[in-house]
């Protein structure tokens, strides 16, 4: 009896012994989970860490830098425990989540490679009480110079609506550079010249863009260092041509009961004119949409020049409608809206052939919207061309087309109110002037006359 009440006592005491013992000794590594924004380090740099030990809980985390042997201490903090040995009627830190900002150029460090070290333990009895530790490095780069830029060419002549090209050289890898214009950004391509640290852009004015509007060239590294240098320039100023169009009820009755405006379609036969409402909604909406689709297709351009010499125009064709007409819409003698009309119309003889304008390769044909059957081709570096209102398509994404190949037939899709080819040329993100690249002086003296100077540097 005694012997039994001996044992009973034994593992009461035992039992409790080996859990905390079993418990203290485990030996998993606290979880360090970092994020870092970026590998170059800038000066809004703020890392992210978070930790995690679910077992004993949280000891300790230091967070350090260093460089060429110099350690800076970031982060240094201590977590405490309560009740018994962490265990019971206590509380421990398991997880904790942290924001550390690393601001390098107070450190005295200099450009070059850096470590991010971190330590983390926990409140184990391994190591002869130290606890689990984990241990993570991360190798960054201080970047603090701005990359340097050097123009190239010398004088840039531009209007509304119209194209430019600017060469520079750079002088590191993994730079984001082009021109500024305004607010809008005109990407650099590598790839025209031998020399690889020589950039291309193209660059435009929009329509509404003239004198006053600011342009340079853009450049930023890896570590968020820009550099901004402006170049020798000059804005004419232009205005364009209005245009009225009288919207009919025969054009009406012919163009907008078939044409699909997805979910909306049906929604307008409770309008007083239905028709007309359609009309509008597809004259704002569905245009919007459409030209949005068109100009991100440049993004699909390859940095190689395909094109060579002025552009083609229709052959026999005459102008029906020009570049950035501000077109009013009358309805019944009234005012019912008011678009601009972004490329150049052209017509000749129904079904007339349509050749592509230059070299290149396609890179859209399909049916949208206002414009119908469209065929769009990228002739390198952002420049591309488009043709719509085909009535026929005779060339497929991805083919490879020289100037005067047959690409379709004009026609009357989409919006168009009778048979004619609608003719745009594209910069980037940016309707531009097609007059301008169907004059052989023009692209010779704002053009090819800067890429020859480049090459013979």
């Known amino acids: 009896m005694k012997r039994g009440v001996l044992l009973i006592l034994i593992l009461m005491v035992l039992i409790p012994v080996v859990v905390v013992l079993i418990y203290k000794f ?6 360090v989970d970092m994020v870092v924004p970026s ?5 809004s740099y703020e890392m992210s860490i978070e930790i995690t030990d679910p077992k004993t809980g949280l000891r300790k985390i230091m967070v350090s830098i260093m460089q060429q042997g110099k350690e800076k201490i970031l982060l240094e903090k201590q977590y405490d425990v309560t009740g018994f040995l962490g265990m019971f009627g206590g509380s421990k830190t398991i997880k904790d989540n942290l924001i550390i900002p690393i601001d390098f150029w107070k450190y005295g460090m200099t450009d070059g490679e850096a470590t991010i070290q971190i330590m983390v333990s926990d409140y184990s009895w391994r190591d002869w009480g130290k606890g689990n530790s984990a241990y993570i490095e991360k190798k960054v780069i201080i970047d603090s110079q701005p990359p340097n830029v050097n123009v190239l060419t010398q004088r840039h002549n531009i209007e509304p609506g119209g194209t430019a090209i600017v060469i520079y050289k750079l002088f590191e890898e993994n730079i984001k550079s082009g021109v500024k214009v305004g607010d809008n950004f005109f990407p650099g391509h590598s790839g025209l010249f031998s020399d690889k640290n020589i950039y291309t852009a193209f660059f435009a004015l929009s329509h509404v863009q003239g004198p006053g509007t600011s342009i340079s060239v853009l450049a930023e590294d890896m570590a968020g260092n820009t550099t901004k240098r402006g170049f020798h320039h000059y804005i ?7 245009d009225t169009l009288n919207i009919s009820d025969a054009f009406l009755e012919e163009k907008i009961p078939d044409f699909d405006v997805g979910e909306k379609n049906g929604t307008f036969q409770g309008e007083k004119n239905p028709l007309l409402k359609k009309f509008l909604y597809i004259n704002g909406e569905i245009r919007k949409n459409n030209v949005e689709t068109i100009l991100s297709l440049s993004k699909d351009t390859e940095n190689k ?5 002025k552009f083609l125009r229709l052959q026999g064709s005459s102008k029906k409608a020009g570049f ?6 009358k309805y019944a003698g009234k005012v019912i809206d008011r678009a601009t009309h972004m490329g150049i119309d052209l017509a000749s003889t129904a079904n007339a052939h349509v050749k592509a304008a230059n070299s290149g390769r396609v890179i859209f044909t399909q049916q949208i919207g206002i414009f119908g059957n469209t065929v769009v081709i990228d002739h390198g570096f952002g420049l591309c061309s488009l043709y719509a209102h085909l009535s026929q398509i005779s060339v497929n994404k991805g083919d490879m087309v020289k100037k005067g190949d047959d690409i379709g037939l004009t026609g009357l899709t989409g919006l168009a109110g009778g048979d004619h080819l609608h003719f745009s040329m594209i910069v980037h993100n940016v309707f531009v002037n097609p007059v301008e690249w169907w004059d052989d002086s023009w692209i010779k003296n704002n053009i090819t006359s800067k890429i020859d100077f480049v090459k013979q540097m």
């Open 26 to 31: 485990e030996g998993k590594k606290p979880v």
């Open 305 to 309: 020049q395909y094109w060579d010499g």
């Open 39 to 43: 590998l170059y380090l800038t000066k």
């Open 324 to 329: 950035a007409d501000q077109r009013i819409y």
């Open 236 to 242: 004419r100023d232009k205005n364009f041509p209005t």
